[in-house]
C-alpha cells in the first residue's frame, strides 16, 4: 500500500508538506496539502499531525492558521509553530522537503468563534496568535464582523509577535477590528487591559497563567469566556486530597501497582509498557482505550467516570479504585 500511497495508515489522513518556512527565530509556518477526503476545518479547531522520524510515529497537535474559506479555495492549510529545541516533533519539521507525505487527523475541538450579539475580544499568548488569525481570515472574508467589534490584545516577549503584517491588512480590510501588540515587560499584566471590554466575549488562547487571569477576571465581572490552553491542567488529587493511595491496573494479564498522583499513561510509560500517545494532554486521543472496570478521575476536570466499561484516555486519567484496562 505504501507503494501506491506513501504515508497511507488506518485512520489516518494524509498531507503532503508544500513549504516551511521561518518566521521568527524560534516560529515557524509549515503549509500543508490535505488529501481531498479530509473534512475542512472551522476555524480555530486543531489537528494533530503525525511525522516519522527516526523510524517511529510522532504526533503533536498543531491549531490550523489559516482559514477554512483558504482551504477550500487553495486546498491548503497553514500551521504556525514555536519551535522547542528540546522538543520531539517541532524542531524535525525544518528538515522535511516539499512534496514529503505526513499525516494528520481529522479537525478537533470547539474553540470556534461563538454565536453572540456581543463584541468579540481576543486574547492571545504567543503562539497562541494561530487560532485567531484562522477565525479573523475567515469572518473577514464573509465580511461576517459587519456588526460585531472585534479588539485582539496579544501578548508575546519582546520581538517575538508573529504574522503583524496580515494583522495590519485585517485592520485595513475591516474597520470593526482593532488590535493592541503588547509585552508584559512594557504594558503590564493582561489583567491591566480587561476592564476596557467588560461587554465583550472573550476569546483566550495561551498559556495557563495567562488562562488564568482571563478566568479570574472574567468571573468577577461576569463576562463569558471561551478558552485554549496549551498546558494540561494540573492534576487534581484523588478522593482523599493530597493523599496518595496505591490501586492495582490489571491490563492484558498483567497486574501494575499504580498511584492516584500521576496520570495513568506516566505510569504504564514508567513501567515500559508498550502504549500509544500523542499530545499527552487529551487533544489528541491516541492514548484512549477501553476501560473494563473501575473509577477513574479526569484531571482536567476533576470528573469522576463511572465504573462500567468505557473509552477513556490515559493521559488525563487517574486512578480512583482499582483498575481494568484494556490496551
Ligand atoms: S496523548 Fe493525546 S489525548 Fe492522550
Redesign the pocket.
Known sequence: MQQFKPAWRDGYFRARIMAVKNLSTDMLEVVLKPERAWPTHTAGQHIALTIEINGRLTTRVFTVASGADTHRRTKCIRLVTKVKAQGALTPHLHSCLPNQWVNISAPMGEFIVPKVEKPLLMIAGGSGITPFIAMLDDAIEKAQLNNTPVHLLYFAKPNEHVLIDELSAFQKRCENFSYSILTKQKDGDLEAHLSYFADAHWLVCGPNAMYEQARHCAELISAPLSSEHFAALPAINSSSPGQSETFSLLHNGETLTIDNQQSL?SQLQQAEQPVT???????????QCVKKRGVVRDTRTGELSDSAEQLI????SQAVTDLEIQL
Open positions: 499513561l500517545y500523542g499530545c499527552g494532554m487529551g487533544i489528541c486521543h491516541q492514548c484516555q490515559l493521559c488525563v
